[in-house]
């Protein structure tokens, strides 16, 4: 990160606090999708919103998951809403629940206009004590902090002109505003829902559903991202249900410290001028005008990307066996905007997009399976060291070194590994 700069605070989160609210809020966050679509031309909007319900089977409860993971299907300005069920995450499962949605998406001809947008919300069902308030002030600051990086990877318009859909329903305007170092949370939210300029939930990061205790503390915790742009490829949306939730858990981390600052004036200043670059109401239609986000910007806005992707990058970790940081570092690459305007598909940004997600399957044949017996089952304990336990595992299955430390790479990032010096075995940590 460049130029870090924390705020003092007397709330910060010890260690070992910091260690219990990263366990739980893994354990018990769910991000769910509404993804807004319109209907081909020529078709009427009730028509095509029967169709896709049909076919989608909605739940209509939250807990219920249903055939397909919907909650339900219901009216839009931009047409209709697909609202998805957050689920526990794992990349695998989440990916063919979003393959399926958008298989029937593009079946009935649906159209991700301008008018459309991609939002995600992370709820935390079954939360019985409030979240730390420094938490939020630091996923709150970590948004502010990179936001253009963020609007620039999640946009997903078709012209150099229109990267991105216009700001009236994803605005910065009150975001950039106001600030944890000077305010609590709390009053953060009141200002918000005070504000005229821009309606509480159409907010770039929309705190609307958050719940105070008198202590300032958070109960519920519901937030609401609100600026990616309508997107129809599952890898896509999967991975960044799992940007949000590394920004979450990163949050936790940075509460240890104090709360993460926006940066230096002048970067600051900066970043506010590619966010209304990028974020604006003057482009045709419903889009925003562009034009000046030149070669060069784009290759600032990139750089920024990265630097969050950086940052983020140890919470990955966290996520087995799941391809997500690959994905996401491609989309920081070259967002999806940039491939539709390089005349892409959404089948061919999905086909380039899975391909950074298919997960090498060395070390699952019948060898691979025996390799993951003898260590569940610690047939192989009481080696003196790793080393000569790696002799011993490569001997016992007739491997070469070589092959075995390939075949234990897998196991790493699929169950994750580590030697026990009490066992004198390899055991798995998940």
């Not at 998951?65 to 990349?91: C, Y």
């Not at 290759?299 to 140890?314: C, K, N, S």
């Not at 089952?377 to 299955?397: F, I, M, V």
């Given at each position: 990160m460049k130029d870090p700069i924390l705020f003092n605070r007397k709330d910060t989160l010890p260690p070992a606090g910091a260690g219990y609210w990263k366990?739980?809020?893994?354990?018990?966050?769910?991000?769910?999708?509404?993804?807004?679509?319109?209907?081909?031309?020529?078709?009427?909007?009730?028509?095509?919103?029967?169709?896709?319900?049909?076919?989608l089977a909605p739940?209509?409860?939250?807990?219920?998951?249903?055939?397909?993971?919907?909650?339900?299907?219901?009216?839009?300005?931009?047409?209709?809403?697909?609202?998805?069920?957050?689920?526990?995450?794992?990349?695998?499962?989440?990916?063919?629940?979003?393959?399926?949605?958008?298989?029937?998406?593009?079946?009935?001809?649906?159209?991700?206009?301008?008018?459309?947008?991609?939002?995600?919300?992370?709820?935390?069902?079954?939360?019985a004590e409030p979240v730390p308030e420094i938490i939020l002030a630091n996923l709150w600051n970590l948004t502010r902090r990179y936001a253009p990086e963020l609007k620039f990877m999640t946009g997903s318009g078709n012209k150099r002109e229109a990267l991105c859909r216009r700001r009236n329903h994803n605005s910065h305007l009150e975001m950039v505003r106001h600030t944890p170092g000077a305010m609590t949370m709390a009053q953060i939210q009141q200002k918000l829902k005070e504000s005229r300029p821009v309606p509480e939930h159409q907010n770039f990061l929309n705190l609307e559903h958050l719940g105070f205790t008198k202590e300032g503390a958070i109960l519920p915790f519901h937030l609401e991202f609100r600026f990616p742009d309508a997107d129809l490829?599952?890898?896509?949306?999967?991975?960044?249900?799992?940007?949000?939730?590394?920004?979450?858990?990163?949050?936790?981390?940075?509460?240890?410290?104090?709360?993460?600052?926006?940066?230096?004036?002048?970067?600051?200043?900066?970043?506010?001028?590619?966010?209304?670059?990028?974020?604006?109401?003057?482009?045709?239609?419903?889009?925003?005008d562009t034009r000046a986000v030149t070669d060069d910007i784009i290759?600032?806005?990139?750089?920024?990307?990265?630097?969050?992707?950086?940052?983020?990058?140890?919470l990955f970790d966290r996520f087995i066996d799941n391809p997500a940081l690959d994905v996401l570092l491609t989309l920081?690459?070259?967002?999806?905007?940039?491939?539709?305007?390089?005349?892409?598909?959404?089948?061919?940004?999905?086909?380039?997009?899975?391909?950074?997600?298919?997960?090498?399957?060395?070390?699952?044949?019948?060898?691979?399976?025996?390799?993951?017996?003898?260590?569940?089952?610690?047939?192989?304990?009481?080696?003196?060291?790793?080393?000569?336990?790696?002799?011993?595992?490569?001997?016992?299955?007739?491997?070469?070194?070589?092959?075995?430390?390939?075949?234990?790479?897998r196991l790493q990032s699929l169950r994750g590994l580590r030697w026990d010096e009490r066992q004198g075995t390899m055991v798995f940590t998940s």
């Open positions: 366990d739980l809020l893994y354990r018990v966050s769910k991000v769910g999708a509404e993804i807004e679509v319109a209907p081909q031309k020529g078709v009427k909007r009730p028509i095509f919103e029967e169709a896709i319900r049909q076919d739940s209509g409860s939250l807990e219920r998951l249903g055939a397909n993971g919907v909650l339900d299907v219901k009216t839009e300005h931009s047409g209709i809403e697909v609202r998805v069920i957050g689920r526990q995450p794992h990349f695998l499962a989440l990916q063919r629940q979003y393959q399926t949605i958008m298989a029937v998406l593009k079946k009935h001809g649906a159209r991700p206009r301008a008018t459309c947008g991609l939002h995600f919300h992370l709820l935390t069902p079954g939360l490829s599952p890898t896509s949306v999967t991975a960044k249900t799992f940007l949000f939730l590394a920004m979450l858990l990163k949050a936790v981390d940075l509460s240890q410290y104090g709360v993460i600052h926006v940066g230096k004036i002048s970067p600051w200043r900066r970043k506010i001028e590619l966010l209304n670059m990028l974020s604006n109401n003057n482009g045709n239609l419903a889009t925003s290759e600032e806005l990139r750089q920024g990307a990265y630097e969050l992707l950086d940052l983020l990058a140890p920081a690459e070259t967002p999806i905007s940039l491939l539709r305007c390089a005349g892409y598909n959404w089948d061919e940004i999905e086909s380039r997009l899975a391909q950074r997600a298919a997960l090498d399957e060395v070390g699952l044949d019948d060898t691979g399976r025996r390799l993951m017996q003898r260590i569940e089952l610690g047939e192989w304990a009481n080696q003196p060291s790793s080393d000569a336990w790696q002799w011993h595992a490569a001997r016992e299955l007739y491997l070469t070194p070589q092959d075995l430390e390939r075949r234990l790479e």
